[in-house]
Structure formats: C-alpha cells, structure tokens
Nanobody, 120 residues
Framework: QVQLVESGGGLVQPGGSLRLSCAAS????????MGWYRRAPGSERELVGF???????NYKDSVKGRFTISRDNAKNTVYLQMNSLKPEDTAVYYC??????????????WGQGTQVTVSS
C-alpha cells in the first residue's frame, strides 16, 4: 500500500511565497514522474508541473518563472516552491506520482490535497 502525504499549504498575501511538500511512503519499489495539480473553485483540475525520474521538468505557462518543482529521491519526496503568488493561484493543490510497488504493480497515486489561498 502506498500513500502520498502533502504539507505546506496556507494563507499568503499576494507576492508571497509558499513551499509544498509531498512524501510518498509504503511498499515502494520505484517512483516515476511526480507532479503537482491544482483545482480552483468552479474550475477543472489542471496540471501545474511535473518532474520525471531523470529530472526533466515541465510547467504550466502561467507559473513559469514563479514556481519551481524539485524532488529528493532518497526521501521519495517532491516539492513545489511557489514565489510571487497571485490571487489566481488560489486552489487546492494535489501531488501525483506514478509508483511501482514491491509486488510489481504500477499505480497512479494522489495526495489528499492542500489548500493554498492568496489574498490580502
């Protein structure tokens, strides 16, 4: 069994910063791509960015230059550093990871979500 646990959300003023973390635990053999999605009120879930197991990174255009994704493979953790936050970044943020378990099964796993609110 595999779990993704997120932390780091909260309330921040426009222009501020937050760092989200997502740690995977359980019967993990290997982790492929890890990424972050978000869902704003009344909107569809959208991809914020992802990082492959080789370190290649891709971002949604609206967050390029402001958000940075990184991962620590030794800790099975992915991070999302968010700078210059805007009110339109307000959403529930979810981490996602493709994980192969020790028994060989492959799954697409999601965190529980963490609220990010950008407001003065």
């Amino acid at each position: 069994q595999v779990q993704l646990v997120e932390s780091g959300g909260g309330l921040v003023q426009p222009g501020g910063s937050l760092r989200l973390s997502c740690a995977a635990s359980g019967s993990i053999f290997s982790i492929g791509s890890m990424g972050w999605y978000r869902r704003a009120p009344g909107s569809e879930r959208e991809l914020v960015g992802f990082i492959t197991s080789f370190g290649a990174i891709n971002y949604k255009d609206s967050v390029k230059g402001r958000f940075t994704i990184s991962r620590d493979n030794a800790k099975n953790t992915v991070y999302l550093q968010m700078n210059s936050l805007k009110p339109e970044d307000t959403a529930v943020y979810y981490c996602n990871a493709w994980i192969q378990e020790i028994d060989g099964s492959l799954g697409d796993y999601w965190g529980q979500g963490t609220q990010v609110t950008v407001s003065s």
